[in-house]
């Protein structure tokens, strides 16, 4: 069974901490994206990430960034976290190449008060 | 730039109706067309894929490169469909696949 995990399912923080989101998946997928949930905005791409240690903005990077260092896990930083990010946030992976899927994990809401 | 287009937020139904979950595309290549499907309190997943060429939970979707569509549709509607469904773009080609969504809809199937 295919497993894309979240660390946390919920998240608290304050304006200006420093917030990681972490991703793994365990289905040796190339590819590896962060996306933000938003009512009446649908999916918009933060980041992703083809490769270890690459990385690509989406639609939407201000005020994020990435980090890959192992095939299996892609990070999301929010440098210093302001309201306006509260939002559902969501990791997929996919295989590069084929036509298949994006698989996605269970999503973290994140609070930013 | 590739973009998808959803032009209804929410879709009601009466149980039994007919649905047609609207979505256009524009891309300049060949595009590879998907609908995920995300019911209450579960992760978004992959309902179907043009290429496939299937039918999911009685869902079925033609791509139609002429109007660049690729609506879903159900001839009768059950309360278990009712979901938000995302339309999403990913590009037939070599390279970074990066995968575009529409902004939902979501369908009320009204017992």
């Known amino acids: 069974d295919v497993k894309v995990t979240q660390s946390s399912r919920y998240l608290v923080k304050r304006t200006g901490e420093k917030v990681f989101l972490e991703c793994v998946q365990d289905?040796?997928?190339?590819?590896m994206f962060w996306y933000r949930q938003d009512p009446g905005l649908g999916l918009r791409l933060i980041y992703f990430?083809?490769?270890?240690?690459?990385?690509e903005k989406g639609d939407i990077p201000e005020g994020y960034s990435v980090s890959r260092e192992k095939k299996e896990r892609f990070s999301l930083i929010l440098e210093s976290a302001s309201t306006n990010q509260t939002s559902m946030y969501l990791c997929?992976?996919?295989?590069?190449?084929?036509?298949?899927?994006?698989?996605f994990g269970q999503g973290t809401r994140l609070t930013v008060v | 730039a590739q973009r998808v287009t959803q032009p209804e937020k929410l879709l009601s139904v009466f149980k039994g109706a007919p649905v047609e979950l609207k979505c256009n595309y524009s891309y300049s290549g060949s595009p590879e067309l998907f609908w995920y499907v995300q019911y209450s309190r579960q992760r978004l997943q992959l309902l179907l894929r043009h290429i496939s060429r299937e039918s999911i939970k009685g869902f079925t979707a033609d791509l139609n490169k002429g109007e660049t569509s690729f609506h879903l549709k159900k001839p009768f509607a059950q309360e278990e469909d009712s979901a938000m469904y995302y339309c999403?773009?990913?590009?037939?080609?070599?390279?970074?696949?990066?995968?575009?969504f529409g902004t939902g809809t979501k369908l009320q199937v009204i017992p």
């Open positions: 289905m040796d997928h190339e590819n």
């Open positions: 990430s083809y490769d270890v240690k690459m990385k």
């Open positions: 999403a773009l990913r590009p037939n080609s070599g390279g970074y696949q990066k995968v575009t």
């Open positions: 997929a992976s996919s295989i590069q190449g084929g036509r298949t899927e994006a698989f």
